[in-house]
Every structure is written in C-alpha cells, then in structure tokens.
C-alpha cells in the first residue's frame, strides 16, 4: 500500500522536476558558475572560463602533485618534496589557483551557489583518480566551530560531500577538529602560516576506531604553502592514522602564469 502509493509520488515529481527545471530555465537561463555569463546547461562554466582554467596534470612530483615543465621519470620527486618531506603520503589538486579558480572558491566559500561543488569534485575526482581507494574516508579540513557557525557553510565539507556522491567514498567531519579559532592565513608569510596552524587541530578522541585500519583524504579548497594541510596530517597522526593522502580543487604554483 505504502510502497505503492511512494511509486504513484515518484512517478508524478519526476516529471513535474523536469518540467520545473525547463520552465526556470526560460525564466532564469542557467549562468557560468565563474563569470556569470549565460552557458546551455546549469552545473557548468562557459568556454572562456573552462580555457581559463589550467588542470594539473602530468608530469609531476609523486608527492606534492607540483606539476612538472619536463618529465624527469616516474619516481622523480620535486626539489620541495626532497628540502621538506610533508608529513602525508601524496598529495593531489584539480587546478591552478588563477583567477578563474578564484572566482570559482570565492563563491564556493560564501555557499552562494550549491551546484558548484558538484562541479569541482568532478574536477579533483579526475585528478585525484590515483587516490580514489576502495578502503579510503574523506576527511574534511575543519572551521572552527565559531566561524562555521557565523559563515553557516565549509566549503572543504561541501566538497568532500560532492566527492562521496561520486566516488562512492565515506564522509567522516568529525575526524579531526579545529579547536583553535587561528587568523585568516591570508596576508600571512609562510612562517607565521606555519605558526598560525600548528596545534590549531586535534584528532577526534575516538579517531582509531572510526578509521578502523582505513586510509585518509584530507579534503580541501586551496593549498596555498601547505601549513594547513600538513597541521591536519600531524592531528591525524597523533590520533592514529598512518596512511594519509590531499586532495584540493586549487593549489597555488609558484612560477606559472596562471
Ligand atoms: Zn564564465
């Protein structure tokens, strides 16, 4: 009885949703999540956004996912990696932080546009394809309570979310947390970043049993220097993690130009 009665629902909104949407898109043409501009299809930028955009591919360091100019082999790691080993495994991000990208994570940020999260986990699942394991949890980077509270959105959170729809990956928000409500890291130099973030995280008390043996992702919008990402790795640590990967839609390279 119930169950026929959800099949009569399901088959009356379907339609009424598709109806909906083609009318709204009369109404309201679907526009480029970057420059706002009118594209053909929602969840999408137009084409002079989409060329703007500089994908991270290979070749690259196998650690920090710096792009290479030149293909040095396989195992060839980047003179950051060999100076300074980060404390995680492999870290990898979808695009260049241009203008474009940061257009697309201002608005990512501030939540105004719910579609575009959807649009850059497609972007880092590509990217990210060699992280992307069977036995992996995606793990968030954390705002603190009180700004979470005042910008009522994470954008890492809503990311990760987009991510698991795809990849079919759990979520876990609480595995580490930010306890200390540390500066916006912009303007600051990478030591004071360093400095900014270091004991800003902690493991949840309970981080071992939730992980049950299983293999992180750390989940963010922009890796600028690293600080952040590399403080989430040490709280992890600390709770008993060991396998630890970074997945990013940005990251900033020094010497292109963008
Ligand atoms: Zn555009």
Same mark, same amino acid.
């Given at each position: 009885?119930?169950?026929?009665?959800?099949?009569?629902?399901?088959?009356? %909104?379907?339609?009424? &949703?598709?109806?909906?949407? +083609?009318?709204?898109?009369?109404?309201?043409?679907?526009?480029?999540?970057?420059?706002?501009?009118? #594209?053909? @299809?929602?969840?999408?930028?137009?084409?002079?956004? $989409?060329?703007?955009?500089?994908?991270?591919?290979?070749?690259?360091?196998?650690?920090?996912?710096?792009?290479?100019?030149?293909?040095?082999?396989?195992?060839?790691?980047?003179?950051?990696?060999?100076?300074?080993?980060?404390?995680? /495994?492999?870290?990898?991000?979808?695009?260049?932080?241009?203008?474009?990208?940061?257009?697309? %994570?201002?608005?990512?940020?501030?939540? /105004?546009?719910?579609?575009?999260?959807?649009?850059?986990?497609?972007?880092?699942?590509?990217?990210?394809?060699?992280?992307?394991?069977?036995?992996?949890?995606?793990?968030? +980077?954390?705002?603190?309570?009180?700004?979470? $509270?005042?910008?009522?959105?994470?954008?890492? @959170?809503?990311?990760?979310?987009?991510?698991?729809?795809?990849?079919?990956?759990? #979520?876990?928000?609480?595995?580490? &947390?930010?306890?200390?409500?540390?500066?916006?890291?912009?303007?600051?130099?990478?030591?004071?970043?360093?400095?900014? +973030?270091?004991?800003?995280?902690?493991?949840?008390?309970?981080?071992?049993?939730?992980?049950?043996?299983?293999?992180?992702?750390?989940? =963010? =919008? #922009?890796?600028? @220097?690293?600080?952040?990402?590399?403080?989430?790795?040490?709280?992890?640590?600390?709770?008993?993690? /060991?396998?630890?990967? +970074?997945?990013?839609?940005?990251? %900033?390279?020094?010497? @292109? /130009?963008?």
């Amino acid at each position: 009885m119930e169950m026929g009665a959800s099949l009569v629902k399901t088959s009356i %909104v379907q339609p009424l &949703r598709w109806l909906g949407r +083609v009318l709204l898109d009369q109404i309201y043409p679907p526009l480029c999540l970057s420059c706002d501009r009118p #594209v053909a @299809t929602a969840d999408a930028i137009c084409a002079d956004c $989409f060329k703007a955009l500089r994908p991270i591919t290979a070749p690259l360091c196998p650690v920090l996912g710096l792009p290479f100019a030149v293909s040095l082999g396989p195992e060839a790691r980047s003179a950051e990696a060999i100076a300074d080993p980060p404390p995680f /495994d492999r870290a990898r991000s979808a695009v260049v932080y241009n203008d474009v990208a940061r257009a697309l %994570v201002g608005k990512l940020k501030y939540g /105004d546009r719910p579609e575009l999260a959807r649009f850059c986990a497609r972007l880092m699942a590509q990217s990210g394809h060699e992280l992307i394991a069977e036995d992996a949890v995606l793990v968030p +980077v954390p705002l603190h309570r009180r700004r979470q $509270f005042s910008r009522r959105y994470n954008q890492s @959170t809503e990311l990760a979310r987009a991510l698991s729809r795809l990849t079919g990956l759990p #979520v876990d928000p609480q595995l580490v &947390r930010r306890h200390k409500n540390t500066r916006q890291q912009v303007g600051l130099s990478g030591d004071a970043r360093k400095r900014n +973030v270091a004991s800003a995280f902690e493991p949840h008390a309970e981080a071992l049993l939730r992980l049950k043996g299983r293999r992180v992702i750390i989940i =963010d =919008d #922009v890796i600028t @220097t690293g600080s952040t990402i590399k403080a989430v790795t040490r709280a992890l640590k600390s709770g008993g993690a /060991d396998r630890i990967d +970074v997945l990013s839609f940005a990251r %900033v390279v020094t010497g @292109t /130009d963008a």
